[in-house]
């Protein structure tokens, strides 16, 4: 699996958080096998699991079920470095939205986020880049809210949100969840974000510097270039898939998009021990184990979502996977 990226302020605002709500810090993170001295590190850099097992730890040591909008709350612009001040000086949402979309990487590989226009509405839609399992909700709680206040800060207030949808049921805290977003929220949606006015989106802001927004962006560029240049080809490829996950790209697309030849492509990911079609297969394996221990989907919708038509083709795969079928997974898991 990829490594996570995500700068050590971030982290500093969880155990904030987590001391706020009365918890020993010292302890909390000690159970993830870190250290209140790591924490004071700029150069921190989990893992993964690390990560998963500190917001775990977070929820179950606070007994706060809505942990990551309170989190989210604390998130204001200069919590995210250059891009958020990129950000607060774009000439319009449009800008500012397309620019969150292209370089969110550099502050989280947790969450891929795209905008997507309607006739009527525009929505930023936020989705899972890699799996996050049992701390999905309060992920895109803590982010969704974090761009939120992004948006609140650009338009000094004026940005007024249709409403907001999250994709998970309704974890019993709506009315928190409305006075936070300072809008209508709905669950059970198909997706995670927000929907603003179609019209919002062009309106010019009072706080634009188009000077000042070049460099940013010159400097973002080259951060980005870094990183994907620091990242072996298969984790970029998995990146890809995982954004893409509701229609996952071929071998030519997928090719296309890194500026290079499928032979090449083909070639980069011999060299580092994978295939393109072991790297879908993984995708899918770890993608299918997620959606069956949420159970919000049915083993059906999640076939469909994995790019399987026939069913049978899916159980074979997943017994491949697993030695069992789908659904005796999820009842092992419920």
Not at 243 to 253: C, D, T, V, Y
Request: proline residues 4%; charged residues 20%.
């Amino acid at each position: 699996m990829q490594d996570l990226v995500l700068p050590v302020q971030y982290i500093r605002q969880i155990a904030d958080l987590v001391s706020d709500m009365g918890t020993d810090v010292a302890a909390w993170l000690a159970r993830s096998h870190l250290s209140t001295a790591q924490l004071q590190a700029d150069n921190l850099q989990l893992s993964q699991a690390h990560f998963h097992q500190l917001i775990e730890d977070a929820l179950s040591c606070t007994g706060e079920p809505a942990f990551g909008l309170l989190l989210g709350e604390r998130l204001v612009v200069n919590t995210h470095g250059l891009l958020g001040y990129a950000a607060m000086n774009s000439t319009s949402l449009r800008q500012a939205a397309q620019l969150i979309e292209r370089y969110i990487s550099l502050r989280t590989s947790l969450i891929s986020i795209r905008l997507v226009e309607t006739a009527d509405e525009a929505h930023l839609v936020f989705a899972e880049a890699m799996p996050l399992g049992s701390i999905s909700r309060p992920v895109l709680e803590a982010v969704i809210l974090a761009i939120k206040n992004v948006l609140d800060f650009m338009t000094q207030g004026s940005c007024v949100l249709k409403r907001t949808v999250f994709a998970f049921p309704d974890p019993g805290y709506t009315d928190l969840a409305s006075e936070l977003c300072k809008c209508e929220v709905g669950y059970n949606q198909g997706w995670s974000g927000f929907v603003l006015p179609i019209q919002a989106l062009d309106q010019p802001l009072k706080m634009a510097d188009a000077a000042s927004f070049h460099d940013a962006e010159q400097i973002l560029q080259r951060e980005l270039g870094k990183l994907n240049a620091a990242q072996p080809m298969s984790a970029r490829v998995r990146r890809v898939m995982l954004e893409k996950q509701q229609g996952f790209p071929s071998l030519n697309l997928t090719a296309r998009l890194f500026h290079l030849t499928p032979r090449t492509l083909h070639r980069r990911l011999q060299a580092e021990g994978t295939s393109f079609k072991a790297l879908l297969e993984e995708v899918r394996h770890s993608l299918a184990l997620e959606h069956l221990k949420s159970g919000h989907m049915s083993v059906e919708d999640i076939a469909y979502s994995l790019g399987y038509t026939d069913m049978a083709n899916f159980r074979r795969a997943f017994k491949r996977w697993q030695l069992q079928s789908p659904s005796a997974y999820r009842a092992e898991q419920q």
